[in-house]
C-alpha cells in the first residue's frame, strides 16, 4: 500500500474577517470527509449546539430552538455570522475509522499563517480533548516559536461527536461559553 494514498486530507478554514473565535476539532471524520462538511455525521451535536446558542437571536420569537439548515452553505454562513470560524487541528494523518484514538502521523495545519490572516482572533475553543492536545503538543511549540499567538485564550469543550455519550444538555451548558465575550477569566491558556 502506498503511504500517501492512506493520507486523510483535512478541510479548508471557514473564516472571515468578523471571526474573533475559532472552533478546532481534530480531523473530520470519515462521514465528513466523504461529504466534504464540518461536523456532516448527522447524529454530531455541533451543528444543533450552535443552532440552540445562537438561533433564539435571530428570530422573533426568544427562546424558541431553531433547527440547523438543511443547507451546509446556510449553516457555514450562520457561524460566521456569529463571528465563528472553522478548522481542524490536523491537515492530514492516518487514521481506520473515525475515532480519535486512531489518529496516527498527524500534520498539523499552519496556525501562523491563519492567525497572521486573522489577527482579529481572540478565542480557541477546541471539539473535545484530542483536538485540545493534538494543539498543545504539535502547535503551540511553533506558535512560540513564531512569537504568535500570546493573546490567544484556549478552552477545550466536550467532544460534539456521536461517539461522546455525554447528554446533548450536558454540552449545551459547557458549550454556553461560546456565546460569552472573551475574558481572561472565562478561558485558560495550553502553555
Known amino acids: 500500500m502506498n503511504r ?8 479548508p478554514p471557514v473564516m472571515n474577517a468578523s471571526c474573533r473565535t475559532i472552533v ?3 480531523m473530520p471524520g470519515a462521514l465528513s470527509l466523504t461529504k466534504q462538511q ?3 455525521h448527522p447524529r454530531n451535536h455541533f451543528w444543533r449546539l450552535l443552532y440552540t446558542l445562537f438561533g433564539s437571536q435571530t428570530t422573533a420569537h426568544q427562546g424558541q430552538q431553531v433547527s440547523p439548515s438543511e443547507s451546509y452553505e446556510e449553516r457555514l454562513a450562520f457561524a460566521l455570522s456569529h463571528g465563528i470560524g472553522l478548522w481542524d487541528v490536523l491537515a492530514s494523518c492516518e487514521r481506520e475509522g473515525s475515532l480519535d484514538t486512531n489518529i496516527r502521523h498527524p500534520e498539523p495545519n499552519d496556525f501562523g499563517w ?11 475553543f477546541f471539539n473535545g480533548q484530542a483536538a485540545g492536545e493534538l494543539y498543545r503538543k504539535r ?3 511553533k506558535l512560540k516559536e513564531l512569537g504568535i499567538g500570546e493573546h490567544l485564550s484556549y478552552m477545550v469543550l466536550p467532544s460534539t ?4 455519550t455525554l447528554s446533548f444538555e450536558a454540552k449545551l451548558e459547557s458549550w ?4 460569552e465575550e472573551a475574558t481572561a477569566a472565562d478561558t485558560f491558556n495550553l502553555r
Do not use: H, M, T
Open 114 to 124: 491563519l492567525f497572521r490572516k486573522y489577527p482579529q482572533v481572540s478565542r480557541v
Open 38 to 40: 464540518y461536523y456532516g
Open 24 to 26: 478546532l476539532g481534530s
Open 176 to 179: 454556553a461559553i461560546l456565546r
Open 4 to 11: 500517501e494514498e492512506d493520507r486523510l486530507i483535512g478541510l
Open 139 to 141: 502547535v503551540l511549540p
Open 161 to 164: 461527536s456521536p461517539a461522546r
